[in-house]
């Protein structure tokens, strides 16, 4: 019964074709972002059946790859029975339609891929609201000339989330369906900015997670935690963010905020269709970015997302460096680029007290130093000051029947304003 099922699954599965450009512009990041392509088909589903990769000054304004690769491609293509061919680089409308039109399959590029996995992905309303509206926005220029070919897809990968008959509809009908998406996300995104106000008000400390997809960011949440959020060895696994409650070592508590992993060339769709989820980690008062430690272009990753850290305005948030997954990496040979860090493995028991030192180390340079003494009388007021800030040091003094506080704290915290 099990392998009739594997067998199955396999009959399901779409074979494709990779295609990638390598010019001068793209030579350094090239080899990774195909390999990328690969994990990326794979997550969606597809078996890939081979590459085809061409070296040119730059890509071929009708077909990207030129009339010769065209036909080198397309006696691949009936060779292997493909059904899907992707392109690594973005598409314009025409190039897409008339590469269809030669190879006779359905063509895709790396941009309608991430959306698609990003489709399947989606659990809640927010999250497939976003997505739908990402992929209409591709989509709609790309309708012209298409209605044919969109209605013999027949599902696959690539028309997930939207759907075919809302794609064959004309460009009227998108815009207002988009305008609609677009009223809904503005309410979630209200609820979202009433309940940040709530936590800033507060006072709890805010935390954010972001890394490469894949780097253990849902791992390392549930860790901190204590928690059961889903996490798996798969690109984009997490989609919608998630916040949960960490309470360091030091009493003190704090929010923690797993969002969307990072990847190269992340479509400008997503970013802008994911904006009010985005606003969730601009907001926070420090951002722990996860490395894969054992990613062999981890290099590439790190800078990737600190770019796009730089294009969404949020390399004004203090950082720290978590190189995540230290079990499969030799230590000896290992020599980390980003400070301050620690090197860790989420699935260790020692990885949540050197995060908790990490962290602490980031809060006394970051916070803004108490202290003061409190009252006997409002000893009660003890456990708020460990929450809510960073106490290092409490002693009480007989002579004055008070305690001596000091620490580090968010500004505007009412109870460190009343210490004497």
């Not at 790190?302 to 949020?314: A, I, S």
């Not at 203090?318 to 995540?324: A, G, I, K, L």
């Not at 003494?373 to 000893?379: A, C, H, I």
């Amino acid at each position: 019964m099990a392998r009739e099922k594997i067998s199955e699954l396999k009959q399901q599965r779409e074979k494709v074709y990779l295609v990638g450009v390598e010019t001068q512009n793209n030579q350094e990041i090239f080899s990774d972002t195909m390999k990328e392509l690969k994990s990326l088909a794979e997550t969606a589903q597809a078996e890939v059946m081979g590459t085809l990769i061409q070296k040119r000054t730059e890509f071929d304004r009708k077909t990207m790859i030129g009339k010769g690769k065209v036909e080198e491609l397309n006696r691949l293509v009936d060779a292997d029975e493909i059904d899907l061919v992707i392109f690594n680089h973005e598409l314009t409308p025409r190039q897409n339609q008339f590469l269809g039109e030669q190879l006779g399959v359905r063509v895709i590029d790396r941009v309608q891929l991430i959306l698609d996995i990003f489709a399947m992905r989606a659990t809640s309303k927010e999250g497939k609201l976003q997505v739908e509206q990402a992929q209409l926005a591709y989509l709609l220029p790309r309708l012209t000339g298409q209605g044919s070919a969109l209605s013999r897809l027949g599902g696959g990968i690539g028309t997930r989330g939207p759907g075919e008959t809302k794609l064959e509809t004309d460009r009227r009908h998108i815009r207002y369906k988009m305008n609609g998406i677009k009223k809904e996300l503005q309410e979630v995104a209200a609820h979202r900015r009433r309940s940040r106000q709530s936590r800033q008000e507060a006072a709890i400390f805010r935390i954010g997670l972001i890394g490469y997809t894949n780097a253990g960011k849902s791992t390392l949440l549930n860790v901190l935690t204590n928690t059961k959020a889903y996490s798996a060895n798969q690109l984009f696994a997490t989609l919608d963010p998630l916040t949960k409650k960490w309470t360091m070592a030091s009493g003190m508590e704090a929010t923690i905020t797993d969002t969307v992993g990072f990847i190269q060339e992340l479509p400008t769709q997503l970013i802008a269709a994911f904006q009010s989820t985005l606003e969730e980690s601009r907001e926070v008062d420090l951002l722990i970015h996860v490395v894969d430690a054992s990613a062999p272009n981890r290099d590439q990753q790190e800078k990737t997302v600190l770019r796009l850290l730089d294009e969404l305005e949020m390399d004004n948030i203090p950082v720290v460096t978590v190189y995540n997954k230290k079990d499969q990496v030799q230590p000896t040979t290992f020599t980390p680029t980003l400070f301050p860090n620690c090197f860790i493995s989420a699935k260790e028991e020692t990885a949540t007290k050197a995060v908790n030192d990490l962290v602490n180390q980031k809060i006394k340079e970051t916070l803004q130093a108490y202290e003061g003494e409190l009252p006997v009388t409002k000893s009660y007021l003890l456990t708020v000051f460990a929450q809510q800030t960073f106490l290092e040091e409490q002693t009480f003094c007989e002579e004055k029947n008070s305690y001596y506080l000091r620490g580090y704290s968010k500004p505007n915290i009412k109870v460190v304003r009343d210490l004497n």
